[in-house]
């Protein structure tokens, strides 16, 4: 459950970087996203010398249309995760007189 909550965060994380991006920010495009990609991946490819941002592009345009199903989700997820963190009542019953220790936990 961690593993998911952790995945669909660094796909937000994406999402965010993209978007705090200059470029990003003063391109025309920022509704229609086949047009945002023309743009800042030939942006991109200019500006900066390095395939990650290329890379994380690819990602935005992917993970962008699902957003709020990936915040909902995680929103769920945290919640779920916090439950089950929560401490445990137990109980040790000593039995017999061979020391054997039975442990129930209270849920």
């Not at 998911?4 to 705090?20: H, N, T, V």
């Not at 996203?33 to 992917?62: A, C, G, R, W």
Request: a positive charge; glycine letters at 2%.
């Amino acid at each position: 459950m961690l593993s998911e909550l952790w995945q669909m965060e660094a796909a937000l994380r994406r999402i965010r970087f993209i978007e705090y991006n200059r470029y990003f920010k003063e391109s025309p495009h920022r509704e229609n996203l086949s047009l945002l990609k023309m743009h800042l991946d030939s942006v991109f490819t200019v500006k900066y010398k390095n395939p990650y941002f290329n890379s994380q592009l690819e990602k935005y345009i992917t993970d962008k249309p699902r957003q709020k199903e990936y915040e909902k989700a995680c929103e769920e997820l945290r919640k779920e995760a916090y439950r089950l963190a929560q401490p445990l009542n137990h109980v040790f019953r000593i039995t017999g007189s061979s020391t054997k220790i039975q442990a129930d936990v209270g849920l």
